[in-house]
């Protein structure tokens, strides 16, 4: 059987994620690496989107033939969008600017 850790792993195949970042991500969002993978469901849905986010906000790297372009940045932002969406979870990646929405004139 497969464990939660190797579920996420096959997430981004191909795409360096170191494995502590996938242990963080795991436990951040109460799931056991080690148990046995049991499907998807709300928590392991929005760990995906956290890795794809870990890899978006990642400096940009190249390693021998690999790299991530701007067409899977952009790819995977729309499916991490797309999760946190769904579930109704804040979205990291959005660009959240402070707002005003009053002024006191003192």
Avoid: C
């Avoid at 392991?44 to 390693?63: K, M, R």
């Avoid at 991490?80 to 969406?85: E, F, P, S």
Wanted: no cysteine; hydrophobic share 35%; proline share 7%.
């Amino acid at each position: 059987p497969m464990t939660n850790l190797e579920a996420l792993k096959s997430t981004i195949i191909g795409y360096p994620v170191e494995e502590n970042t996938h242990l963080r991500i795991l436990l951040d969002r109460g799931i056991t690496p080690q148990e046995e993978y049991a499907g998807k469901n709300q928590a392991f849905e929005l760990a995906t989107a956290d890795v794809l986010s870990a890899l978006l906000t990642a400096a940009n790297f190249s390693e021998g033939d690999l790299q991530i372009s701007l067409t899977d940045k952009s790819n995977f932002r729309k499916v991490a969008t797309g999760i946190y969406n769904k579930w109704g979870e804040p979205n990291p990646l959005e660009d959240r600017q402070p707002t005003v929405t009053g002024i006191s004139p003192w």
